[in-house]
């Protein structure tokens, strides 16, 4: 069926570098991709999305980029700070008739000083 | 008021018993979910409601009852769970008109089934 997955479960960065979490997903239906952080005892927060007829957008120190030819997502941040910390899940959702989102599997970003 | 309010944060229930989780907004989203979420694991979409009508059931077990009494309010129904329907139940609401950044998550209630 289709899906949303990431290719790593943990990635530790130290302070100040970019990190980069990827995602791959499978529904070529999907017409937003986003990026969800959840700290502990916290619901999913919005960090940044994109349009699935756009290849990169940015926000403040986060960028996401769509490589629609090999279903990617990748979300890049940078001068990762300790604050950062958290697990990251991609998400895809379907518009129209009932919006449906979908969450990937989750990659748990450590921030080490 | 921007945010999602759940309640109660925190629940602990017998199979045996009926309790109900409550969720609130007041954004003015006509759009509400229901996410279940096992430990480590990402959201999985329970129920959708769209102008307090049920839109989606991912095809839920009959034990889980939502109900959208007005705009504003959500809630889960529950009886005769299980301990595995052990888990973090978040709510959401969104403005929806296609934007992913309209989806407003609540802390959800920590449902512990013993």
């Known amino acids: 069926g289709e899906s949303v997955g990431l290719h790593l479960p943990t990635l530790s960065v130290q302070e100040g570098d970019n990190s980069i979490i990827n995602c791959a997903y499978s529904n070529s239906a999907s017409d937003y991709f986003i990026w969800y952080k959840q700290e502990s005892g916290k619901g999913p927060q919005f960090i940044i999305d994109?349009?699935?007829?756009?290849d990169k957008r940015q926000g403040q120190r986060v960028t996401v980029l769509l490589n629609k030819t090999v279903k990617h997502l990748s979300l890049q941040i940078a001068a990762t700070q300790p604050g950062d910390s958290a697990v990251y899940f991609c998400?895809?959702?379907?518009?129209?008739?009932?919006?449906?989102?979908?969450f990937g599997t989750g990659t748990q970003l450590k921030v080490e000083l | 008021d921007t945010e999602v309010t759940q309640t109660p944060k925190h629940l602990v229930m017998g199979m045996t018993n009926k309790k109900s989780l409550k969720c609130e907004q007041h954004m003015g989203h006509r759009a509400m979910y229901w996410y279940k979420q096992k430990a480590k694991k990402p959201p999985e979409l329970m129920f959708v409601y769209s102008y307090e009508k049920l839109s989606i059931n991912e095809s839920v077990p009959s034990r889980f009852s939502p109900e959208c009494p007005n705009s504003s309010l959500l809630n889960l129904h529950l009886h005769a769970l299980q301990p595995e329907d052990s888990a973090l139940y978040l709510c959401?609401?969104?403005?929806?008109?296609?934007?992913?950044?309209?989806?407003?998550f609540g802390s959800g209630t920590r449902l512990t089934v013993v």
């Open positions: 994109i349009r699935s007829n756009m």
């Open positions: 959401a609401s969104s403005d929806r008109q296609g934007a992913g950044y309209g989806y407003t």
């Open positions: 998400a895809e959702e379907v518009t129209g008739g009932g919006n449906k989102l979908t």
